[in-house]
């Protein structure tokens, strides 16, 4: 638990019970981060499914997987710098959500961080599961729905990372004090400044190592859905032990 953003929130003395948060500054998170795309594997389980036989079909579906597995790769990649060995404080993160059965890792992240609707997370959840049984043909109806769901879940954080408000602030109506958050891309962290009029009071960073950091990418890429934004916020001063009853909170976006 960091202690700072307690710290700031204390210091401050924001009313939480009537805060606003404002867009800054945005950009395109987009990258191609490996030789091959989601798209290009998308773009090959939909050659797959047109040679309408069963290698095709049990092609398309095994390509369909791997436009999302790369999708999330890429993700992670981009806002962690690594698609594997998460630091195990993202469990922490992870128990305010609830997950079906047999979700990895990685996909409950993906939804905890709001980048994938949960019937897309199940959607895939059943498609990994088909693939397992090697031998079972797939129906030409199974493999357009793998096909859908791989491109669903593409366009989804697609969209997402499209448009990125990396840095954002936080303030009451008194306008005494604001907290600005931004996120370095290149070094994977939030820097967070407590601001009064100009001049900086406290400043520190927060990386994939802290809890809070997950819940502050949450906040990032669901910064324009205010009903998002308000449980993620609640969620971050559950995480940080703020005393304010949840109930009390409310926080509404502004341009």
């Not at 990994?128 to 493999?143: D, G």
């Not at 989804?156 to 990396?166: D, E, H, I, L």
């Amino acid at each position: 638990m960091s202690l700072l953003i307690l710290e700031i929130f204390t210091y401050s003395k924001l009313d939480l019970t009537e805060l606003y948060i404002s867009r800054e500054i945005g950009t395109n998170f987009e990258k191609q981060q490996f030789d091959i795309s989601p798209k290009d594997f998308l773009r090959f389980a939909k050659e797959d499914l047109k040679e309408n036989n069963d290698r095709g079909y049990i092609n398309s579906l095994t390509n369909s997987k791997r436009a999302i597995d790369c999708q999330i790769d890429e993700t992670f990649e981009i806002l962690v710098n690594s698609s594997d060995n998460f630091n195990p404080i993202v469990k922490n993160f992870l128990k305010y959500f609830e997950f079906e059965a047999d979700i990895p890792i990685k996909l409950q992240i993906i939804n905890a961080l709001n980048l994938a609707p949960s019937l897309i997370i199940s959607k895939f959840r059943t498609l990994r599961n088909k693939l397992e049984h090697f031998y079972q043909k797939p129906s030409t109806a199974e493999v357009k729905e793998a096909l859908d769901v791989a491109d669903l879940f593409i366009r989804s954080v697609s969209g997402k990372f499209n448009s990125v408000w990396y840095e954002f602030k936080i303030t009451d109506d008194k306008d005494k004090f604001e907290i600005n958050f931004e996120f370095d891309s290149i070094e994977r962290k939030f820097k967070i400044k407590l601001l009064k009029g100009e001049e900086t009071v406290k400043e520190f960073y927060l990386d994939a190592n802290q809890v809070e950091f997950w819940i502050l990418l949450r906040l990032m890429l669901s910064i324009d859905d205010e009903i998002e934004i308000q449980e993620t916020f609640k969620i971050l001063l559950k995480q940080i032990g703020h005393p304010i009853p949840s109930d009390k909170i409310n926080i509404w976006l502004y341009d």
